[in-house]
């Protein structure tokens, strides 16, 4: 069951503020967020294991809620660098076999 | 540090044709995985590599799609024959041994089938 994440697309203006959130209907252990640009391959982000944590990653950061089984990206002061498609990976077991999620496409404009 | 490494990056063959995708992972990392992305769509694993053995591949269409990582390093993707449908990007990636790890992805291998 491949995760759903909303919104499908998102228009920013640099130094706007955007959530991604992930959602799926397996128990997971982790999940992965990857920036993707056209053309190019996916980038890991970071990872988040199961326990509620929340990472950072300069003005990028996450959270994990492993009983509601869902994942939110958080993008602050957005750059022109951030724009791409983002996609969560859910892994409902510890062998990093990833489910990718529907995707967000990110546009930000000057 | 290298990263993952692919070739080709584009292949464009008729359908029927065989084509092999080549892939080197980061120096280290014991897991390999092939994905299938197709344009607009997230990355699809069709199979999973621990060292040598394979941890996953139902995902693989075993009729026409084989892979071997013979001595846990390399790994080859082959795909015969193709078809319409393949055509997408390859990706391979890597990470360390097991979960909780972050994966890393190649340049991708660009296949279009006609």
């Known amino acids: 069951q491949q995760p759903v994440q909303s919104p499908q697309a998102v228009i920013l203006r640099e130094g706007e503020d955007a959530v991604i959130n992930c959602s799926s209907s397996k128990a997971l252990y982790s999940v992965h967020w990857y920036r993707q640009k056209h053309g190019e391959a996916p980038v890991f982000l970071m990872i988040?294991?199961?326990?509620?944590e929340q990472k950072g990653h300069e003005k990028i950061s996450a959270s994990f809620n492993e009983k509601k089984q869902q994942s939110s990206l958080y993008l602050t002061a957005s750059q022109l660098s951030y724009s791409g498609t983002y996609f969560c990976g859910t892994d409902g077991g510890a062998t990093n076999k990833l489910i990718f999620g529907t995707g967000t496409l990110l546009a930000v404009q000057p | 540090e290298a990263g993952v490494a692919q070739s080709p990056r584009y292949k464009i063959i008729e359908k029927r044709q065989s084509v092999a995708f080549w892939c080197n992972p980061i120096s280290g990392h014991a897991t390999l995985y092939w994905y299938q992305q197709i344009l607009g769509q997230g990355p699809k694993l069709l199979i999973q590599?621990?060292?040598?053995?394979?941890?996953?591949d139902s995902q693989l269409p075993k009729d026409r799609f084989s892979a071997e990582r013979l001595k846990g390093v390399d790994s080859t993707l082959k795909i015969q024959p193709a078809k319409l449908e393949d055509s997408a990007v390859y990706l391979c990636?890597?990470?360390?041994?097991?979960?909780?790890?972050?994966?890393?992805f190649g340049e991708g291998s660009w296949l279009t089938v006609v």
């Open positions: 988040l294991l199961k326990g509620g």
């Open positions: 990636a890597s990470s360390l041994l097991w979960g909780g790890r972050g994966i890393y």
């Open positions: 590599f621990q060292n040598n053995g394979v941890v996953d």
